[in-house]
T-cell receptor, first 112, second 113 residues
Framework: DSGVTQTPKHLITATGQRVTLRCSPR?????VYWYQQSLDQGLQFLIQ???????AKGNILERFSAQQFPDLHSELNLSSLELGDSALYFC???????????FGQGTRLTVV | GQQVMQIPQYQHVQEGEDFTTYCNSS?????IQWYKQRPGGHPVFLIQ???SGEVKKQKRLTFQFGEAKKNSSLHITATQTTDVGTYFC?????????????WGAGTKLIIKP
């Protein structure tokens, strides 16, 4: 158990819909990262938050947004969903940017 | 920006054969981290290398960090079915005093039946 909790584990939704993925980081970790992993692909970095502030953006679509709340949990919002958005979405947390990252179990999103 | 190239993308081996994956960074790294992702699982941290020329071992796994701190390798001796998965390297990049991990594309270890 990495200590990072992601909900839900699975999500099936229709094209055009909006979903919210939730992540609770490990106790004490201030950094939260979101990654997208399509089938048999690598990890695509989406966005990073540190102590409530956005710190870095990767290949995140304008239809996607995220935030980190005062209690350090984070949410990733995906809107106007397309079939190609089907993927595993991982949240990871770390003490800081150079520290090792601990991953949650992921949310498997299927857009139909 | 910094890039981390990882090769090969896939490696098929017979059980008992060795496996190696290589990472090369376009810039000097302060450290390099290795992760393993089992099929259907999430990436799990294996190790972090910090010093130039550092070599660390975990049972049958040997991790090396190059002298110039721009490349690294992971070698598995006598692979077992439990080694199956994708191995990722990652190195921190500094952007405006903030660090984020830059990931290699991963090497998938496949054991031939």
């Amino acid at each position: 158990d990495s200590g990072v909790t992601q909900t839900p584990k699975h999500l099936i939704t229709a094209t055009g819909q909006r979903v919210t993925l939730r992540c609770s980081p490990r106790s004490g970790d201030l950094s939260v990262y979101w990654y997208q992993q399509s089938l048999d692909q690598g990890l695509q970095f989406l966005i990073q938050y540190y102590n409530g502030e956005e710190r870095a953006k990767g290949n995140i679509l304008e239809r996607f947004s995220a935030q980190q709340f005062p209690d350090l949990h984070s949410e990733l919002n995906l809107s106007s969903l397309e079939l190609g958005d089907s993927a595993l979405y991982f949240c990871a947390s770390s003490l800081g940017g150079v520290s090792e990252a601990f991953f949650g179990q992921g949310t498997r999103l299927t857009v139909v | 920006g910094q890039q981390v190239m990882q090769i090969p993308q896939y490696q098929h081996v017979q059980e008992g054969e060795d496996f190696t994956t290589y990472c090369n960074s376009s810039t000097t790294l302060s450290n390099i981290q290795w992760y393993k992702q089992r099929p259907g699982g999430h990436p799990v941290f294996l190790i972090q290398l910090v010093k130039s020329g550092e070599v660390k071992k975990q049972k049958r796994l040997t991790f090396q960090f190059g002298e110039a701190k721009k490349n690294s390798s992971l070698h598995i001796t006598a692979t077992q079915t439990t080694d199956v998965g994708t191995y990722f390297c990652a190195g921190p990049e500094s952007v405006d005093s903030n660090y984020q991990l830059i990931w290699g594309a991963g090497t998938k270890l496949i054991i031939k039946p």
